[in-house]
């Protein structure tokens, strides 16, 4: 019964094909976010919702387009992918309360050929 | 601005030693603290939290870390380590709008 789960879980895949990860809690939670962790483990926000409404957008190429049908869905969608785009994608939930810790996802390893 | 720094890129532990993993954080008000473990290919998982009361908090698998508002500190210990706490660990502050911070992380390795 995973509380936060991503897929896929590996996605390979050559430069400059468009692609999307899918994100999902059943946690009831309001607030969803994306992490980027590179290979040196660095975890780098990208982008969160609440209730379906953009909150965090950072610095982030406009190739990277995330979507929110509603608040227990989020999905990230990347066109043009190039070689830096290679790296782990979290997805991630938590109520909208900062006093709360965030549920991970287990991430999708995204591979760029 | 908030930031959390994590001093310790790389530690190594014996196997039933004790363990000590540094954060310290800037943050202008109270603090709300977290300390999550990442195994290989998995996700990040909450070992505990700080918002308020006993500064010495105590979390899953045998983790407790102390609150040192004076140091700006939330450091990690445990008593004795297992091989199977070799893993990635952050420490993270909560922020208005709900923004969490981050620290680069500290990889932990354990031999017998």
């Known amino acids: 019964d995973t509380a936060v789960s991503q897929t896929p879980k590996y996605l390979v895949t050559q430069m400059g094909n468009d692609k999307s990860i899918k994100c999902e809690q059943n946690?009831?939670?309001?607030?969803m976010y994306w992490y980027k962790q590179d290979s040196k483990k660095f975890l780098k926000i990208m982008f969160s919702?609440?209730?379906?409404?953009?909150?965090i957008n950072e610095t982030v190429p406009n190739r990277f387009s995330p979507k929110s049908p509603d608040k227990a869905h989020l999905n990230l969608h990347i066109n043009s992918l190039e070689l830096g785009d290679s790296a782990v994608y979290f997805c991630?939930?938590?109520?909208?309360?900062?006093?709360?810790?965030?549920?991970f996802g287990d991430g999708t390893r995204l591979s760029i050929l | 601005a908030q930031s959390v720094t994590q001093p310790d890129i790389h530690i190594t532990v014996s196997e039933g030693a004790s363990l000590e993993l540094r954060c310290n954080y800037s943050?202008?008000?109270?603090?709300?603290l977290f300390w999550y473990v990442q195994s290989p290919g998995q996700g990040l998982q909450l070992l505990l939290k700080?918002?308020?009361?006993?500064?010495l908090v105590q979390g899953i698998k045998g983790f407790e870390a102390e609150f040192k508002r004076s140091q700006s500190s939330f450091n990690l210990r445990k008593p004795s380590v297992h091989w199977s706490d070799a893993a990635e660990y952050f420490c993270?502050?909560?922020?208005?709008?709900?923004?969490?911070?981050f620290g680069t992380g500290t990889s932990l390795t354990v031999i017998p």
């Open positions: 919702y609440n209730n379906k409404e953009l909150i």
């Open positions: 991630a939930s938590s109520p909208w309360d900062n006093s709360q810790p965030q549920h």
């Open positions: 993270a502050v909560g922020s208005t709008g709900n923004q969490f911070y």
């Open positions: 700080y918002f308020s009361g006993d500064t």
């Open positions: 946690l009831g939670h309001d607030t």
């Open positions: 943050y202008g008000a109270t603090p709300y």
